[in-house]
């Protein structure tokens, strides 16, 4: 677990938990195991409450009490030996909340078809009326997800007033680890419990010296009574080779071992150990989407467009009309945009400026002179990008992704802030997550590029098809999504 925390890609805004000498720590496992062991007991109530509701509801006798608590009690134990199988729990405080809510419906769904699978097996599924089942899977679903959302939230404000200890950690070598390495550990619950240096003796070979020994038996001593879930031996990556002896010795010890190169932890802020055939290597970076991913978004990005150019065309054709009328110039402007992998892409808007070349690009600022009365009101409501459903039906955009800048702006900030391309990796969006969270409009100091971009990052390193399903409702019913829209 401890590889993940270290490896993983910080969100925009990380939690910055402090651990104060005084405080008393409650153990992780213990937190969840008392949750899950809530989460069953709502499951099965709401489920046996639900089957007792629709019978009086349709006028039907009440049933004994077991024929309504089994099948309960079956689905809650069902939700949990999913959600166990799965390792839902396993990393829940480095969890995004929709990626624990989607988890939690899954869970909820196989629940029920497990069910319904063992009573026709069975066959007691006569007994057994349908609009119950479909009655308590609803239910069942709406429960877990409210659960959930509940314990993340729980999770996450322990976790950041420094309450739980989800691991124990011991750090060898440089008396400062990195500082962002410490930010997410202790962001993760994971509280370092001590500092010791390595052996200030060289280790020059095999047997080692008697001073080498002597120190290292120190650090092995100091580390097993600390009783540590994991230890972390940060080194310069030129030096690890001679850290092979005191992992051995360490590996004498009840707990994980990692090893962090220090001069490059930040590079491998992305990386995973993976397989390449049969080789095993650091995976510095993964591919953003799987097949079925891609397969996912493109197949709902091709049916979005599809009814939204259809269900809103007298809204378009009123712009379309309402732009001529106010200024000379044509109805579209089309500009070259950076899309998937860089390549470029030729992007369609309502004009919303008076006409201009529109091979020359300058932010537009508030106030801008260029905006033009009716394209005011479609920058501030966002209708001047609906043409972009175009692109999306095109393949060369998403319903939601990072933005597509214009190339100069790419440029200026290219060899500013790095790897800045990466933004690229999936297909642009008409929305993304940074624009939902307020950062979107002119970007004239490197800070708000700098805030743009990690989010960009942030939600291509976690995507989901529920995030992007977030991210829409945000841009239709979030105020926030509409700052800096002029």
């Not at 809650?76 to 990393?91: C, K, N």
């Not at 290219?414 to 933004?423: E, Q, V």
Request: charged share 20%.
């Amino acid at each position: 677990m401890l590889n993940d925390i270290t490896a993983s890609f910080a969100p925009p805004r990380p939690m910055r938990a402090k651990f104060p000498e005084s405080a008393k720590f409650e153990n992780l496992s213990r937190f969840i195991f008392r949750a899950a062991a809530i989460e069953f007991l709502a499951i099965a109530g709401a489920a046996g409450a639900t089957s007792v509701a629709y019978d009086r509801a349709v006028g039907r006798a009440p049933s004994a009490v077991l024929s309504y608590a089994a099948p309960a009690i079956a689905i809650a134990a069902l939700v949990l030996a999913v959600s166990l199988a799965l390792r839902h729990y396993a990393t829940l405080q480095t969890q995004p909340l929709h990626r624990f809510l989607w988890n939690g419906a899954a869970a909820a769904g196989l629940a029920v078809s497990l069910l319904l699978a063992a009573l026709f097996l069975l066959k007691v599924s006569d007994d057994y009326s349908r609009a119950t089942f479909l009655a308590q899977s609803a239910v069942v679903t709406i429960c877990v997800g409210a659960m959930r959302a509940s314990l993340h939230a729980r999770v996450r404000s322990a976790l950041a007033a420094g309450r739980i200890e989800a691991r124990r950690a011991v750090l060898l070598g440089e008396a400062t680890a990195p500082a962002a390495v410490r930010r997410r550990l202790a962001a993760a619950g994971v509280r370092v419990v001590r500092t010791l240096p390595l052996p200030a003796d060289a280790f020059n070979g095999d047997p080692p010296s008697a001073t080498w020994r002597a120190e290292a038996d120190e650090i092995v001593a100091a580390c097993r009574a600390s009783r540590p879930d994991d230890i972390v031996i940060f080194a310069p990556s030129a030096s690890l080779p001679a850290t092979q002896r005191l992992a051995e010795l360490l590996s004498e010890l009840p707990a994980a071992l990692h090893a962090v190169p220090a001069d490059l932890s930040d590079r491998l802020g992305a990386a995973r150990i993976g397989e390449l055939g049969e080789v095993v290597t650091i995976q510095l970076a993964r591919a953003p989407l799987s097949a079925i991913d891609q397969f996912l978004k493109r197949a709902f990005d091709v049916a979005a467009a599809s009814v939204g150019l259809i269900l809103l065309s007298p809204l378009l054709a009123l712009a379309a009309l309402a732009i001529k009328f106010d200024s000379p110039g044509p109805v579209f402007y089309r500009q070259t945009r950076h899309g998937y992998n860089n390549e470029p892409i030729r992007v369609f808007k309502f004009r919303s400026m008076r006409a201009a070349r529109d091979d020359v690009f300058r932010q537009a600022t508030r106030g801008d002179p260029r905006v033009t009365r009716v394209g005011g009101f479609l920058r501030r409501t966002n209708v001047d990008e609906l043409p972009q459903l175009i692109n999306v039906l095109l393949g060369q955009m998403s319903i939601v992704g990072p933005r597509p800048h214009p190339i100069d702006l790419n440029h200026a900030f290219a060899k500013r802030i790095s790897p800045f391309s990466r933004r690229h990796n999936v297909k642009p969006g008409i929305t993304g997550w940074a624009q939902v969270r307020g950062y979107r409009g002119e970007t004239d100091t490197l800070e708000k590029m700098q805030r743009r971009f990690e989010h960009d990052v942030y939600y291509i390193d976690n995507w989901s098809f529920i995030f992007d399903l977030k991210i829409i409702v945000l841009t239709l019913f979030s105020r926030t999504a509409y700052t800096n829209a002029f």
